[in-house]
């Protein structure tokens, strides 16, 4: 949801760096048709949040940067391939399951075919 953009890029930038994730790319795979954004709360508070892009195989070298790249033969018998973009768990909530359960769950999420 876009109230949780903010929440998001903290963590990001707390991970990542400043402005790894903008808000506006935040924003942008929030409002996406082939990104997925999922965040786990404790009550109001960020635990952690993960980003997908899905693409049809036919536009998979999007996602390896290189027209020649071994995935894109691999991948070519599937209709849809998901690449995980980001995954980030809150420091404090690290180690505890958290990251396995997000991924697990937002994995059970994506559109399949």
């Known amino acids: 949801q876009h109230t949780d953009v903010l929440p998001v890029s903290i963590l990001a930038d707390k991970t990542f760096g400043k402005d790894f994730l ?32 899905v693409v049809n195989s036919s536009e998979s070298s999007k996602l390896f940067h290189s027209e020649n790249s071994c995935y894109i033969n691999y991948f070519s018998s599937s209709n849809l391939i998901a690449m995980l973009n980001q995954i980030v768990i809150n420091e404090s909530y690290r180690n505890k399951g958290y990251g396995d359960f997000i991924f697990k769950k937002s994995v059970q999420e994506l559109p399949s075919e």
Request: net charge negative.
């Open 22 to 53: 903008s808000t506006e790319s935040i924003t942008f795979s929030i409002e996406s048709n082939n990104h997925y954004t999922y965040v786990l709360k404790d009550n109001d508070k960020l635990i952690g949040f993960v980003i997908w892009e």
